[in-house]
């Protein structure tokens, strides 16, 4: 099976499932930059990330990326074989204002859809 078949629980769950409560807003995003996900559970198996803005999502290392601009803003699927951290790189489309990064849902290890994701956010790698 490939990456994205094995990643196909946790990508359908993140784009269903809408977690409550606060979300989690990342660095303000004007120009190519190489984002990761920061987790305070250690190894992720997925994420959904928005960003405000439209523009195109790629892949680093070992994570799978989806992306699809919706209403004005970049919806980023992040997906791993192996858990682990979720990067990827974001480039803005020309001419879209600044935008920030929020993270919208997080699956664990387990493709389980974390219940919470309070100290999750978006930065930008140095």
Do not use: H, K
């Not at 790189?89 to 699956?107: H, M, Y």
Request: charged share 20%; net charge negative.
């Amino acid at each position: 099976m490939g990456i994205v078949t094995r990643g196909l629980p946790a990508l359908l769950a993140l784009l269903v499932v809408a977690a409550c409560g606060d979300r989690p807003v990342g660095p303000d995003l004007s120009a190519p930059v190489e984002l990761r996900l920061v987790s305070p559970a250690g190894a992720e198996g997925a994420a959904l990330v928005e960003i405000e803005g439209a523009g195109t999502a790629v892949a680093i290392d070992a994570t799978e990326v989806v992306s699809e601009v919706i209403g004005g803003r970049t919806r980023v699927v992040l997906i791993r074989e192996n858990p682990g951290e979720l990067r990827f790189r974001f480039t803005p489309a020309e001419g879209e204002r600044r935008g920030a990064a929020t993270v919208i849902d997080v699956a664990g290890p387990d493709n389980a859809i974390r219940a919470s994701i309070p100290g999750y956010r978006v930065e930008a790698v140095q």
